[in-house]
């Protein structure tokens, strides 16, 4: 079992930016893929970024973000960060943490993430 616990999220002006945290428990989450996914009122929720497991070599990001996201992970500390920039009203939503403890590269579907966390809001202002 892992449990994922979100944080840094708030209330910004467009251009603004903000980093959110996701701290991992449990059982070797250093060793799990993970990701950000987004959910806005009234939509699906997408996927945002995703990181690879150890190392965090590889990263990928939704088209939406690229170039003004960025998404790391600490692993002496169990955490992985979403580094968001040049933030959009378009960016508000609810931001979750997710966890795939069986996958060994990164991907998109939410189906392949296992856990998840609680979710933080995001509000950006015009």
């Known amino acids: 079992q892992v449990q994922l616990v979100e944080s840094g999220g708030g209330l910004v002006q467009a251009g603004d930016s903000l980093r959110l945290s996701c701290a991992a428990s449990g059982r070797t989450p250093n060793t799990y893929v993970m990701g950000w996914f987004r959910q806005a009122p009234g939509k699906e929720r997408e996927f945002v970024a995703g990181?690879?497991?150890?190392?965090?070599?590889?990263?990928d990001y939704a088209d939406s973000v690229k170039g003004r996201f960025t998404i790391s992970r600490d692993n002496a500390k169990s955490t992985v960060y979403l580094q968001m920039n040049s933030l959009k009203p378009e960016d508000t939503a609810v931001y979750y943490c997710?966890?795939?403890?069986?996958?060994?590269?990164?991907?998109?579907?939410?189906?392949?993430?296992?856990?998840w966390g609680q979710g933080t809001q995001v509000t950006v202002s015009s």
């Open positions: 997710a966890a795939s403890s069986f996958l060994l590269s990164i991907t998109t579907r939410r189906s392949d993430f296992n856990y």
């Open positions: 990181i690879s497991s150890w190392s965090g070599g590889r990263t």
